[in-house]
């Protein structure tokens, strides 16, 4: 496969699951958002305030572990080590959504931090699960060609 | 309560730093091996693995029994295995 056609696959790839994942994930906070400006001044508080982004990092880092672990290593013992350092990185990304989730319903007073807390650990998490999937590619295009790093 | 927020800010700063280096060796060798790998297939496709290959068929040949039907055997077998894994080799003549 030539260089041009993986870079092409890869991109389509990231798209893919940048538009239908990560950004169609925010597509109830979005239309939230946009009924509540028809009768007030919206705030973070009003849309975030629940802990809803801690739920879609969560499932997003979810996704992406599942597609960690379904990468055939191939005796590749690099491929091997790099995914299981992922899969341990995204269970701890896991760990800290449903640690502030948690906080989020049973501390009120803290959620102007927990909110920002949760802008955070979004982008992390959405930031975390395309580099994954973008190496589940990668891994993938190099059993397929044979190679081994 | 701060603590923990303070180390969850920590923690995922390091993971992301350090994915995203990994990421990018990983990309960066991958793109390595596939662009050397395309550079040997055009060279051979160009040179033509022809040369290489019959000057192996020929010293073959010319080191051991000169047998016409020898000569046929192996050049048969090596154009049809040269068809096999995609080499377009130009016919070679058998005047040496």
């Given amino acids: 496969m030539e260089h041009n056609k993986m870079r092409k696959k ?26 509540l400006s028809l009768e007030k001044k919206v705030f973070f508080v009003d849309i975030f305030g629940e802990g809803g982004l801690f739920l879609v990092s969560t499932t997003l880092c979810l996704v992406s ?13 690099r491929i091997k080590s790099i995914t299981i350092l992922f899969v341990f990185c995204s269970i701890l990304i896991i760990i800290f959504t449903t640690i502030s989730y948690i906080f989020t319903l049973q501390h009120p007073l803290d959620k102007e931090i927990l909110i920002k807390l949760a802008h955070w650990l979004f982008f992390v998490s959405a930031f975390f699960s395309t580099l994954s999937i973008l190496f589940t590619e990668w891994a993938e295009i190099l059993n397929s060609q044979g190679i081994s790093l | 309560m701060n603590d923990f927020v303070t180390l969850i800010y920590v923690v995922t ?9 990994i990421v990018f060796i990983t990309y960066r060798e991958v793109k390595k091996v ?4 395309i550079s040997a297939a055009k060279k051979i496709n160009s040179e033509g693995s022809t040369v290489k290959y019959h000057k192996t068929f020929f010293t073959l040949v010319n080191n051991n029994t000169s047998n016409s039907m020898l000569e046929d055997l192996i050049l048969a077998i090596f154009l049809h295995s040269s068809t096999f894994i995609g080499v377009q080799p130009k016919k070679p003549s058998l005047q040496h």
Avoid: C
């Fill in chain 2, 13 to 21: 700063s390091i993971i992301l730093v350090v994915s995203s280096i």
């Fill in chain 2, 34 to 37: 596939l662009n050397e790998r």
């Fill in chain 1, 10 to 35: 890869i991109w389509i790839k990231g798209l893919i699951w940048l538009l239908f994942s990560v950004i169609g994930s925010l597509l109830p906070f979005f239309i939230n958002s946009s009924y």
């Fill in chain 1, 65 to 77: 572990m599942g597609e960690l672990m379904g990468i055939d290593y191939k005796d590749n013992i």
